[in-house]
């Protein structure tokens, strides 16, 4: 397996304490080129974790102190991005379905095979690096968008409603001709090409608000 640049920059993060799982994970994530930084308890973890921190998490269900679940309902309250794949033991599995139903990516039951684990993990770093372009092409695009003077930001909001240049020019009391100016400097400011590209740049700036 060969990560890309992006996975690279990815971290894998082991929380589990049983040492020898964890010291058996870091070499295995570590022998594909996987970066790895591994934790021997839930408030271990909580205290390095930041809301910029990339890559995805590995998580025991069942841990002394703060198990993998209360610090998975913590991190979600934090608005932590971080795709969670659970390690459960056969007692465990009602938990970890309780926790893919709150948007966990998956669980696997130990004694685990070691490609299955590989293939998760592999799932959760693309999935992480997808979901981090989509905020940030979300972000990208509300930032032009207040770029707009408030007349340009009138006339993108009727040209996504559907509108055509001669009723946004009766909508806003202005020529036709004016709107085609405004139309051209929406489209140059928004960095888009063709109209489909204005409305899609538009629309992904739902998922950026609600972030």
């Not at 139309?183 to 960095?191: C, F, T």
């Not at 204005?198 to 739902?206: A, E, G, K, N, R």
Request: with cysteine; aromatic share 4%; proline share 4%.
């Amino acid at each position: 397996m060969s990560p890309s640049d992006n996975a690279a920059k990815q971290l894998v993060h082991i929380v589990d304490d049983d040492e020898a799982l964890r010291d058996s994970l870091v070499w295995l994530l570590e022998s594909t080129g996987l970066a790895v930084s591994a934790y021997a308890s839930a408030e271990e973890f909580l205290a390095a974790w930041r809301p910029d921190i990339t890559g995805c998490l590995v998580l025991d269900v069942r841990m002394p102190g703060m198990s993998g679940l209360e610090l998975y309902e913590k991190l979600n309250g934090m608005h932590s991005t971080l795709p969670v794949i659970f390690i459960t033991g056969h007692g465990d599995v009602p938990m970890a379905v309780s926790a893919l139903k709150k948007g966990a990516v998956d669980f696997i039951e130990k004694p685990f095979n070691d490609r299955d684990m590989l293939k998760l993990i592999e799932q959760c770093l693309a999935q992480e690096r997808s979901q981090r372009e989509a905020r940030r092409q979300g972000a990208e695009a509300q930032r032009r968008i207040e770029q707009l003077t408030p007349r340009e930001r009138e006339v993108l909001d009727l040209i996504v409603a559907g509108r055509l240049n001669k009723q946004i020019a009766d909508d806003l009391g202005i020529s036709i001709k004016t709107v085609e100016v405004h139309r051209a400097r929406v489209m140059e400011k928004m960095g888009a090409n063709s109209l489909a590209e204005l409305v899609q740049h538009v629309l992904i700036t739902s998922p950026a608000k609600a972030g």
